[in-house]
């Protein structure tokens, strides 16, 4: 079954340090993107690709990078987390056809203290 | 750049109601719409997409309706059940661009 796997599923980070957030999908897709959750904001857009090896901003980069080294991989790093970065994240993965839906990992709680 | 308003933020009904959830956009080049759903503590499910050309569209349990004079989207869940409760998403995508907007999300509660 295609499907977008998320790792850690939940992680304690310290203030200043470096965190990677991991997501893998199966479903061949092209495109993949990284979302914040925050309540009242709904989710925004911090970075996707549409191919290996390149990565695009997307609404909310600063503060966040991202690596794309295969098609099924795409991980998102805070090199100098913040306590404003604690959210939950989710990365999803779609085809490249604008009438398709996104596949949705099942996140990642980040708390960054 | 596209905007897109989701209400109410907080939605709470009694069992057997009917629940309306409803989203406005502004650019006129969006084409695809999509409501998800998320339980508690879970991620986001499908639980229909919408093409611009369809005005109306029934699922299980719920309809979506598009309005793309006014440009609004909206969600009524018919006779709403326990099960129902969770928070509802749309999104919208232009033409030509792959990205979803979204919305900030309706949380809704159905009281058994």
């Known amino acids: 079954e295609a499907a977008v796997t998320q790792s850690p599923r939940s992680k304690v980070a310290v203030t200043g340090g470096k965190v990677t957030l991991s997501c893998h999908q199966t479903?061949?897709?092209?495109?993949m993107y990284w979302y914040r959750q925050d309540t009242g904001h709904g989710l925004r857009l911090i970075h996707y690709?549409?191919?290996?090896?390149?990565?695009e901003k997307g609404d909310i980069p600063d503060g966040y990078k991202a690596s794309r080294p295969s098609q099924e991989n795409f991980s998102l790093i805070l090199e100098l987390a913040s306590l404003s970065q604690t959210a939950v994240y989710f990365c999803?993965?779609?085809?490249?056809?604008?009438?398709?839906?996104?596949?949705f990992g099942s996140g990642t709680r980040l708390l960054v203290i | 750049g596209e905007q897109v308003e989701q209400r109410p933020p907080h939605l709470s009904v009694r069992e057997g109601d009917s629940a309306v959830i409803t989203c406005t956009y502004t650019?006129?080049?969006?084409?695809?719409f999509f409501w998800y759903k998320q339980e508690p503590g879970a991620s986001l499910q499908l639980l229909m997409k919408?093409?611009?050309?369809?005005e109306i569209n029934e699922g299980q349990g719920f309809t979506v309706l598009l309005n793309k004079k006014d440009k609004r989207l909206s969600l009524n869940l018919t006779a709403a059940h326990p099960g129902d409760s969770a928070a509802y998403f749309c999104?919208?995508?232009?033409?030509?661009?792959?990205?979803?907007?979204f919305g900030k999300g309706t949380s809704l509660t159905v009281i058994p």
């Open positions: 999803a993965s779609s085809p490249d056809r604008v009438n398709s839906d996104y596949t």
């Open positions: 479903n061949n897709h092209d495109y």
């Open positions: 690709s549409y191919v290996a090896d390149s990565t």
């Open positions: 650019d006129p080049n969006s084409y695809y």
């Open positions: 919408v093409f611009s050309s369809t």
């Open positions: 999104a919208v995508r232009h033409t030509g661009y792959q990205n979803f907007y």
